[in-house]
């Protein structure tokens, strides 16, 4: 069966098609669009038949495949982390941005941290990693990178992302829930007496929206659903943020946090609750909706 007749005979747009045979056959996409009559070998086209039905029945093309491009850099993809969306690089602009206000702000002396809670494949803190490092190797050598997440599978595939970037000597991977094993590591004093950035793209889904998405289903619940109203790892992460600053924490951080466009009102009053002079600014994603909020706690708050 020649290529052409292979989207002639699929039920996947050409797209799709050409992704898929790529993967299987290690011949870009480019090659199958300009050799039309390429015969496709019935073992590869058995293989290729196998994604489509799993294709058809819900699961991303990034899911069969393995990978997924974010930013510009491709990353490994597994069952275990959720698959990257494109409004999570709104997050990593703006990190990226304020990253380089700071820049000129910093003394000699003075080095920033940049935290990735839930950090899934990696992806927020390897592609902010990579861009400083190409870019702007000096504050890129000034800032140390955490990285965290509860789930010691997502943390395998983190860890190979960032041997693929040459990022591993300078990521620190911790498996923990939230802050909690930053808050006990012998270190944690001196890591929060640097300026501080957390990116938070945690699970803020609620039990009914992925019951009401079957290609959401197909990933893993943890790093979607957030108790009932999806702001439950928002609420313990301002908590923990809340106990820092009781035992004197002398940091100013900046927080992002990715949330569901519905959930404005209610993660403002969450905020509200913990951080009452806490600054806040909600941008929007591509399609105009209230997708990423942006906190600013000053380190003389509470005193």
Avoid at 46 to 61: D, M, P, R, V
Avoid at 139 to 165: E, G, M
Avoid at 265 to 274: A, D, E, G, M
Wanted: aromatic share 10%.
């Amino acid at each position: 069966m020649t290529f052409t007749a292979v989207i002639k005979s699929s039920k996947l747009p050409q797209r799709e098609i050409e992704i898929l045979l790529s993967f299987l056959t290690n011949k870009s996409r480019e090659f199958f669009i300009s050799h039309p009559k390429t015969e496709i070998e019935k073992i590869v086209y058995k293989k290729f038949q196998e994604l489509e039905n799993k294709f058809l029945a819900g699961w991303s093309i990034a899911a069969l495949i393995g990978t997924k491009e974010f930013y510009g850099l491709n990353f490994k993809v597994d069952e275990n982390v959720l698959i990257p969306r494109p409004e999570t690089e709104l997050m990593v602009d703006e990190i990226l941005k304020l990253v380089k206000e700071k820049k000129e702000k910093l003394t000699l002396k003075e080095k920033l941290t940049l935290i990735d809670i839930g950090t899934g494949s990696g992806i927020i803190i390897i592609t902010c990693a990579q861009n400083l490092k190409i870019n702007h190797r000096e504050i890129f050598n000034k800032t140390s990178f955490r990285a965290v997440d509860i789930s010691s599978s997502a943390l395998k595939i983190a860890k190979t992302n960032s041997q693929i970037y040459q990022q591993d000597k300078k990521i620190i991977f911790y498996l923990g829930n939230l802050l909690e094993p930053l808050i006990n590591h012998k270190d944690y004093l001196l890591l929060f007496e640097t300026d501080i950035i957390i990116a938070a793209n945690l699970p803020y889904l609620s039990p009914q929206q992925v019951k009401g998405s079957p290609s959401i289903q197909k990933e893993p619940k943890l790093a979607l659903v957030a108790g009932t109203d999806g702001l439950k790892y928002y609420r313990e992460l301002f908590g923990q943020l809340k106990t820092l600053y009781k035992d004197k924490l002398h940091s100013n951080i900046n927080i992002f946090c990715e949330i569901d466009p519905g959930q404005k009102k209610s993660f403002i009053s969450l905020l509200q609750r913990y951080f009452p002079e806490a600054i806040l600014i909600i941008k929007k994603d591509l399609a105009g909706r209230p997708r990423l909020a942006e906190i600013t706690i000053n380190k003389n708050y509470n005193k």
